[in-house]
């Protein structure tokens, strides 16, 4: 069957369709409702079956006899060392784990918060909260110890698991006291800490909270897998909405393996016993779908890589890893080849290597521009695919299933809806727009299972920002445009969301961090074009009356401010005082327009406009620190 024929029988029959996909799930009890409708625009899958999360990822593969097959590579080319782990191995591992968490009362529904980088050890702590019940919360270690605090505060964990250290090129980056500091700042303190001592860094260890990682499982009982609910959570993971508080979108245990079970072979072509790549990073959504439970589920071997494409040692690294390992699958951000395109613009490091095994590359995260997608073909001479999804979803919108079918490629486009998503395109008033023009991208409810059940401890802030704006649908926050053959194309974002090297970025926290400095009366933070990283935030700065103080002292002190408290992946540099911030009659900061002046791109004063000459002298500020920039 071809992807029209699966992608109308899903239209005919959606929960016949997802009925026959529960199959490839091991159930304690199976489903009978599959879909639940009765708190409409909430909606529930697989609500009356039981299950368990990390049986289906490593338990039933070991009992099937394949104990033996790799589960887990990791490839650290920073610390130049490799490992391996079996199915078997595993499951050891993550029951010692799950035990020792239980005995100190760690159980169902209970929250745990990780902190770790890209060492098998963080999915291992993924697992064992799965194992029991227990709900994760992965921080990515790139977040300072201000926003790791505020993540604490919302989902009240049991226990923290950490790191002692994260390794960047040519830094070693300790947690540890940002565990210590963000552990001051909440208001609500985890009762234990567990801490993997790496020695790049070894860490403090605070007398009766926290516990070395080791010697916390000493003899502990090895746990069973606890059944929970179709519905019960898995996992919160935040990201960033329009204003500075993150959003903790709620993953339930029973559609997210569903639909991860039917997208590694509908669309990655995985399956069991392949090897599958995605290159991010555990503290994103993609870590959680495709570096931890997919492939698991799939029963593939998974790769987690501590490095980066570049610099780490070359820009070759992608092409050994890929090489060394037999990786079939592979699955990265733009941005990455992007930056391997500029440091090997010919590829020659291709050359060094034998991809022979590989037959995909999959692109996600933001835009793919069509340079990078020719480039990409053009050296790996294998099929690039560009897909479409978002942390809520937790699996492509959008994709070419090429474990159904390769559809024809058409550059910028992320191809076409998969099953269990009618992408409609909206004007304001909530209508759905003809073939071809821009619109809001909008998904009709209800969403497939996998998707986001509502925000933690948030259920009105999940309607409000994404079931109200246009009624029986998720808003997506994105806006793009359908053609006449279905294919989908995604533009930009409607909201004040950034995306700056496949990391979304909120710009209202960024503007909150910037309000607090003692100088700064306004201001206003916008995504600015870039080469390397798709965006970059730039901040627009209006200074307290009377400051007298040096301009580019003050801003040296807000970008500090801000790696402080939001963290070095927020990638803030840029910044400019200006006089006044152009705003429309009613005070809107008219964000869009000051983004094209920024980017050299044409703009008109809106028509609501409170002063048009803000414009030009905005125009002047940013000349003055070289923007545009020339392309
Ligand atoms: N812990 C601590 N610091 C981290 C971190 C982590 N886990 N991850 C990133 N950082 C820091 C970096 O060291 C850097 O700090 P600096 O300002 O001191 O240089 C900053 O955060 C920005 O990091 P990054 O976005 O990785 O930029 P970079 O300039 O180091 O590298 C790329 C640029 C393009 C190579 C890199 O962004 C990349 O590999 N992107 C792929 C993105 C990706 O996989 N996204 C996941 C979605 S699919
Ligand atoms: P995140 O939740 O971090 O995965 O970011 C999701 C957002 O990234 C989406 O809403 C889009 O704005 C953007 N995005 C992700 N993948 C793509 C893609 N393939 N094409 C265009 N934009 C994308």
Known sequence: MGYAEIYRGWKADPEGFWRKAAEAIDWIEPSRAVLDSSRAPLYGWFADGVCNTCFNAVDRHVLAGHGERTAIIHDSPITGTKSEISYGELRERVARLAGALAERGV???????????????????????????????????????PELAVRIDDARPKALIA?????????????????DAAIDLAQSKPEFC??????????????????????FQEGAVPADCVPVGGMDPLYILYTSGTTGAPKGVVRPNGGHMVALAWTMKNIYGVEAGDVFWSASDVGWVVGHSYICYGPLIAGAT???????????????????????????????????????????????????????????????????????????????????????????????IAANPAGIELLPVKLGSPTVPMPGYDVQILNEAGEPLPTGQLGAVAIRLPLPPGTLSTLWNAEARFVKSYLTTYPGYYETGDAGIIDADGYVSIMARTDDVINVAGHRLSTGAMEEVLASHPDVAECAVIGVADELKGQLPMGFICLNRGCERDHDEIIRECVKLVRERIGPVAAFKAAVVVDRLPKTRSGKILRGVMGRIADGQEYKAPATIDDPAILGEISESLAQIGYPHAH
Request: a negative charge; proline letters at 6%; aromatic letters at 10%.
């Open 302 to 396: 998974t790769i987690v890589f501590e490095g980066k494409p570049v610099g780490t040692p070359d820009a070759g690294t992608f092409w050994r890893v890929i090489a060394e390992h037999g990786v079939k699958s592979f699955f990265t951000a733009p941005t990455a080849f992007r930056a391997i395109k500029r440091e090997d613009p010919e590829a020659k490091l291709v050359g060094d290597y034998d991809l022979s095994t590989l037959q995909y590359l999959f692109l996600a995260g933001e835009r793919a521009d069509p340079d990078t997608i020719e480039w990409a073909q053009r050296h790996l001479k294998v099929p690039v695919i560009d897909h479409w999804w978002q942390t809520e979803t937790g699996w492509a």
């Open 163 to 179: 790191a002692s250290c994260g390794l960047e090129p040519g830094r070693v980056v300790p947690y540890k006291p940002m565990v």
């Open 194 to 215: 567990v801490i993997l001592q790496r020695d790049q860094a070894r860490a403090d260890l605070v007398a009766g909270r926290d516990h070395e990682w080791e010697a």
């Open 107 to 145: 159980g169902k529904g209970d929250r745990v918060v990780i902190y770790m980088p890209m060492v098998p050890e963080a999915l291992v702590a993924m697992l064992a909260c799965a194992r029991l019940g227990a709900v994760h919360s992965v921080v990515f270690g790139g977040f300072a110890a």
